[in-house]
């Protein structure tokens, strides 16, 4: 995060009165999290905050402390400033027609050969290991008071996009910031029952029901979820979080990937690298996007089409 960057966020947040903050859309915990802990610090300070998403908390998000503030109803007003956090641009949101002063990014993904938007101001930093991350700076530098509940927020946003601390996005900073959060009240075993070990019993018996579909060839491993086993189960697509994990947990596995029937003919692609192979470049060539260790994308075809066109280009990833 540059200095002079910073200081123009500053000054624009300290100038300003009505914030308007919105995310992507199938929103995770960073995306919400930031979202939430973002507002909560802007109205310590007295401003007036709208925070929008155009798909709901997910259920396994709703212990967030002011989870409920996150609104799907769109504003009629005109706001002075607009956050996008966790997503670089507005496409991302699935949201139109807001009306703002000026934009600003919070964000870590890889922009690749995106163009960024002038009039906006950006905090774009991919080496954040989450979204959150940068929003506990932001913070900070506001000298806003961390409480439980911003902290709460927080912290499951970098636990979840590290992987509980796990993946090569774990640096000395984020597990910094987390111990700053843990002693500013986040509860990492009270955040962690919720996150890991709160799954529906539906969940397990989608997950029984996609393992027999697991794929290995050479170095890539997938996994399929078809709509006929979200029927089965009466789940939805929030039941699929980390299923993608299972095929990158393989022996010999470099690139994971997760093909999801969204709907006839429509899939959407997760895609995990172990390390050696940018999967956000892969993802970006079929419209989509990401981090270089984990990527999404849409698809439209059979499901034999669609793998072959990922499969494909995962393969000559893999060769280059
Ligand atoms: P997931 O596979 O868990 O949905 O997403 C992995 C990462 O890729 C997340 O950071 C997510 O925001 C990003 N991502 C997933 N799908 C898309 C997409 O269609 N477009 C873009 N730009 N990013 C995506
Ligand atoms: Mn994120």
């Given at each position: 995060?540059?200095?002079?960057?910073l200081?123009?966020?500053?000054?624009?947040?300290?100038?300003?009165?009505?914030?308007?903050i919105?995310?992507?859309?199938?929103?995770?915990?960073?995306?919400?999290?930031?979202?939430?802990a973002?507002?909560?610090?802007?109205?310590?300070?007295?401003?007036?905050?709208?925070v929008?998403?155009?798909?709901?908390?997910?259920?396994?998000?709703?212990?967030?402390?002011?989870?409920?503030?996150?609104?799907?109803?769109?504003?009629?007003?005109?706001?002075?400033?607009?956050?996008?956090?966790?997503?670089p641009?507005?496409?991302?949101?699935?949201?139109?027609?807001l009306?703002?002063?000026?934009?600003?990014?919070?964000?870590?993904?890889?922009l690749?050969?995106?163009?960024?938007?002038?009039?906006?101001?950006?905090?774009?930093?991919?080496k954040?290991?989450?979204?959150?991350?940068?929003?506990?700076?932001?913070?900070?530098?506001?000298?806003?008071?961390?409480?439980?509940?911003?902290?709460?927020?927080?912290?499951?946003?970098?636990?979840?996009?590290?992987?509980?601390?796990?993946?090569?996005?774990?640096?000395?900073e984020?597990?910094?910031?987390?111990?700053?959060?843990?002693?500013?009240?986040?509860?990492?075993?009270?955040?962690?029952?919720?996150?890991?070990?709160?799954?529906?019993?539906?969940?397990?018996?989608?997950?029984?029901?996609?393992?027999?579909?697991?794929?290995?060839?050479?170095?890539?491993?997938?996994?399929?979820?078809?709509?006929?086993?979200?029927?089965?189960?009466?789940?939805?697509?929030?039941?699929?979080?980390?299923?993608?994990?299972?095929?990158?947990?393989?022996k010999?596995?470099?690139?994971?990937?997760?093909?999801?029937?969204?709907?006839?003919n429509?899939?959407?692609?997760s895609?995990?690298?172990?390390?050696?192979?940018?999967?956000?470049?892969?993802?970006?060539?079929?419209?989509?996007?990401?981090?270089?260790n984990?990527?999404?994308?849409?698809?439209?075809?059979?499901?034999?089409?669609?793998?072959?066109?990922?499969?494909?280009?995962?393969?000559?990833?893999?060769?280059?």
């Amino acid at each position: 995060m540059t200095t002079r960057i910073l200081h123009r966020l500053l000054k624009l947040i300290k100038t300003n009165k009505k914030f308007l903050i919105v995310s992507h859309i199938s929103p995770e915990s960073d995306a919400i999290g930031s979202s939430i802990a973002l507002a909560l610090g802007l109205k310590k300070m007295g401003k007036s905050v709208y925070v929008l998403n155009r798909d709901p908390v997910p259920d396994i998000l709703k212990f967030l402390p002011s989870a409920k503030i996150v609104t799907r109803k769109i504003p009629s007003g005109k706001f002075d400033v607009m956050f996008i956090v966790d997503c670089p641009n507005m496409e991302r949101t699935g949201l139109k027609n807001l009306r703002a002063k000026i934009t600003v990014t919070i964000d870590h993904h890889l922009l690749l050969s995106q163009v960024i938007p002038k009039q906006s101001l950006n905090l774009i930093d991919p080496k954040a290991s989450a979204t959150g991350e940068l929003v506990y700076k932001l913070l900070h530098s506001l000298h806003v008071t961390i409480d439980k509940a911003i902290a709460t927020n927080l912290y499951t946003a970098i636990l979840t996009d590290t992987g509980g601390f796990r993946y090569s996005n774990t640096t000395p900073e984020s597990l910094k910031i987390a111990s700053r959060l843990v002693a500013a009240g986040a509860d990492p075993w009270e955040i962690t029952k919720e996150v890991y070990e709160n799954f529906s019993f539906n969940r397990l018996r989608l997950v029984s029901l996609c393992l027999p579909t697991i794929e290995k060839k050479g170095k890539i491993t997938s996994i399929t979820v078809t709509r006929d086993m979200f029927k089965k189960t009466k789940t939805s697509i929030e039941d699929t979080e980390s299923i993608v994990d299972f095929p990158r947990q393989i022996k010999g596995s470099e690139v994971a990937l997760l093909f999801r029937e969204d709907r006839k003919n429509l899939y959407k692609i997760s895609l995990r690298s172990k390390g050696k192979v940018n999967v956000a470049k892969i993802a970006k060539t079929f419209g989509g996007g990401g981090h270089a260790n984990a990527a999404g994308c849409k698809l439209t075809g059979s499901l034999t089409e669609v793998k072959g066109k990922i499969f494909k280009a995962v393969k000559s990833a893999i060769k280059n």
